[in-house]
């Protein structure tokens, strides 16, 4: 399966943002979906997943409450709605894919290029 995350950029601290990721390839139905984050200097580290049919869903403590994960499988499409962004959710973000949910981000097997985003105070 292929990944195309989209959807960064430069939001002030308070701001909202949008991420999206475009699936391709093997059945996007059938799979997990996860956020999962990398900020400069660290390792990566997991934000938010759901499950094949979108009723099971997993947030960091650091991001619950301001972010929901969502898909809309008509589109291929998995988004990340973030509200009240802070600096520290400056990071590279990652959407990735396996057959079955992780919190982990290294449990998963496909992996898009990942899109900036940068919060400025």
């Known amino acids: 399966v292929q990944l195309q995350a989209s959807g960064g950029g430069l939001v002030q601290t308070g701001g909202s943002l949008r991420l999206s990721c475009a699936a391709s390839?093997?059945?996007?139905?059938?799979?997990?979906m996860a956020w999962i984050r990398q900020a400069p200097g660290k390792e990566r580290e997991f934000v938010a997943a759901l499950n094949w049919s979108g009723a099971t869903t997993y947030y960091a403590d650091y991001v619950k409450g301001r972010f929901t994960i969502s898909r809309d499988d008509a589109k291929n499409t998995v988004y990340l709605q973030k509200n009240s962004l802070k600096s520290e959710d400056t990071a590279v973000y990652y959407c990735?894919?396996?057959?079955?949910?992780?919190?982990?981000?290294?449990?998963?097997?496909?992996w898009g290029q990942g899109t900036q985003v940068t919060v400025s105070s």
């Open positions: 990735a894919a396996k057959k079955y949910i992780a919190v982990r981000g290294i449990d998963y097997d496909y």
């Open positions: 390839g093997r059945s996007f139905t059938s799979l997990a």
